[in-house]
C-alpha cells in the first residue's frame, strides 16, 4: 500500500513528516512526500520522490509577510497562502492516490487531503504536531495575543477560544475553502478546528509527558513521543567552523527565531548584548539574510543552520520562538529554554515548558538585554530548572517518536486492509 504524506508548512511543519516518510519507506513501504518547493532537495537526499507544492517564489513571499509574525493578523495570512496550496493538493491526490490501495498522511495545514478524504474516499491520517491544536475544555490552550492567566477559570477560558474560531480562524479560512468545496458539491465546513482531524485517525505527535490531551475531545487519536527530525534539515552535520567554536571555549547560549522568521533583527541585537552582560559566549542561528549584526565579537558565531540535536547538547541554555520542533530538540538536550512568543502556537509551548520547570517565557516587548539577561541568570543557576532539565532528557532518551508514529501508522495500514 502506497502511504502519500502531506506537508504543509515551515522546517517546523515538514521536517517531522519528512523523517517519518524516511522511516516508512527504511520499513519497505512505497512513500511519496509533497511538500512547498524549497523542501526538494532535503527529499532528495532523503531519497524520496517528492511533488512540490507551490514555488520557490511562493514560500518565500509567504516567509517574508510582515502580517504573518503578528498574533492575530498572522492568522488572516497563514490562512491565505494555506488557501493557495489546497486545491493543488486535492488536485495531486486524484490523479495518484486510490481508495484501498494507498493512505495519506496528512499534516493540520494539508486541507486539500481532508477534502479528498470526503469526496473520493481515501483513507486518511492527520498529523498534529503540537498541543494546541488537541482541544480541552478543561486546560484550554492558550492562544497567540491573548495570554490569559491560569487563574481565569478554564470554562472561561474555552468560550473565548471558541470565539475565536467563529470571529478569527473561521473568516480567515473558510470562505476559500468552502468555496472550493462547492465545486466539489461538497457541504460547508462550519468550525475549521473541528474539521480538520481525520475521523479515521489522528497522531498526536508529542508525549504525554509533555501535554495530555483531553481524552473525549478526539477518541481515535493515538499519542506518540516528538519525532526529532533536525537531522533531514539543511545539513545533517555541523560545519567544522561550528565545531571548532564549540570546541575552542566554554557553552554558548544559543538563539534562534526559527527558520521563516524575516522580522528578526531587534532579537537579535537583544541577544547580542545579552552575551555581552552576562559575559557569555553566543551561537546565533538565522538562515534569513541581514536578520543577525554584522559587527560581531569573536565570541559570538553566526551561522545560518546547524542540526540541534548535534549543537544544543554543548550549549547552556536556548532562546527561541517557541516552535514545537524547537522545544522537543532542547528537552532532548537537557538544557534551560527562555522562550519569546511570536504567533501560532509559541505562547502555548512557553505555558508546558514553565509547568515542567524547565524554562521561562519574556514577551517580545519585554524582551530587553537586562531582563532577558536576568531570566537567563536564574535558569542557568537554579538547581530545580537543571533537575527539569535532566529529568526530561532522560525521558527523551527512552523514546523514539519517529518509530512511534510509524508503528501506528502501519497498524492503521493493517486495519485498512482488513476492512477492505
Known amino acids: 500500500m502506497h502511504v502519500f504524506i502531506v506537508a504543509v508548512g515551515s522546517h517546523g ?33 532523503a531519497s524520496l520522490p517528492f511533488f512540490a507544492l507551490g514555488s520557490e517564489e511562493d514560500y518565500r513571499l509567504a516567509a517574508v509577510e510582515t502580517e504573518l509574525w503578528r498574533p492575530w493578523r498572522g492568522v488572516k495570512a ?37 477534502v479528498a478524504q470526503e469526496k473520493l474516499g481515501l483513507d486518511v491520517v492527520t498529523v498534529h504536531l503540537m498541543p494546541l491544536l488537541a482541544g480541552s475544555r478543561t486546560d484550554p490552550p492558550v492562544l497567540p ?62 508525549p504525554r509527558w509533555y501535554a495530555a490531551p483531553w481524552p473525549h475531545r478526539i477518541p481515535h487519536a493515538v499519542q506518540v513521543g516528538f519525532p526529532l527530525a533536525d537531522r533531514f534539515g539543511d545539513v545533517a552535520e555541523p560545519s567544522a567552523t561550528v565545531t571548532r567554536f564549540l570546541d575552542e571555549g566554554p557553552p554558548p547560549l544559543a538563539f534562534t527565531y526559527g527558520s521563516a522568521m524575516s522580522r528578526s533583527q531587534a532579537f537579535f541585537r537583544t541577544a547580542l ?10 551561537i546565533l542561528l538565522a538562515p534569513q539574510g541581514g536578520q543577525v549584526p554584522t559587527d560581531l565579537p569573536a565570541s559570538v558565531l553566526h551561522v545560518p543552520y546547524a542540526p540541534f540535536s548535534r549543537v544544543l547538547p554543548r550549549c547552556a541554555a536556548l532562546v ?19 522562550v519569546v512568543p511570536v504567533a501560532f502556537d509559541h505562547f502555548d509551548e512557553a505555558r508546558w515548558l514553565r509547568r515542567l520547570g524547565v524554562g521561562a517565557a519574556l514577551g517580545r516587548r519585554h524582551f530587553t538585554p537586562a531582563r ?3 531570566t537567563l541568570r536564574r535558569l542557568l543557576i537554579d538547581p530545580r530548572v537543571a533537575q527539569a532539565c535532566s529529568a526530561a532528557k532522560a525521558r527523551m532518551a527512552r523514546e523514539d517518536g519517529v518509530a512511534e508514529a510509524c ?8 486495519t485498512v486492509r482488513k476492512d477492505g
Open 407 to 414: 508503528d501506528a501508522v502501519e497498524a492503521f495500514i493493517r
Open 320 to 338: 527561541h520562538h517557541g516552535g514545537i520542533g524547537t522545544v522537543a530538540q532542547a528537552l532532548a538536550a537537557g538544557i534551560p529554554q527562555l
Open 145 to 206: 495575543g491573548l495570554p490569559l492567566p491560569e487563574r481565569v477559570p478554564a470554562r472561561l477560558r474555552h468560550w473565548i477560544g471558541r470565539g475565536a474560531d467563529r470571529l478569527v480562524i473561521g473568516p480567515a479560512a473558510l470562505p476559500a475553502l468552502n468555496g472550493f468545496r462547492a465545486r466539489l458539491d461538497l457541504p460547508p465546513v462550519r468550525r475549521l478546528r473541528r474539521w480538520w482531524s481525520s475521523p479515521q485517525q489522528v497522531l498526536f505527535t508529542f
Open 13 to 45: 511543519d515538514v521536517l517531522p513528516l519528512l523523517a517519518i516518510a524516511t522511516e516508512l519507506r527504511r520499513r519497505g513501504h512505497a512513500v511519496t512526500l509533497a511538500a512547498p518547493a524549497p523542501f526538494a532537495a532535503m527529499a532528495d537526499r
Open 372 to 374: 532577558a539577561a536576568s
Open 273 to 282: 548584548r545579552v552575551c555581552t552582560g552576562l559575559g557569555r559566549r553566543g
Open 78 to 114: 497563514l490562512f491565505r497562502h494555506v488557501s493557495g496550496l489546497t486545491e493543488p493538493t486535492y488536485a495531486w491526490l486524484a490523479g495518484i492516490a486510490r481508495p484501498g490501495e494507498s493512505i495519506v498522511l496528512a499534516s493540520t495545514l494539508a486541507l486539500g487531503a481532508r
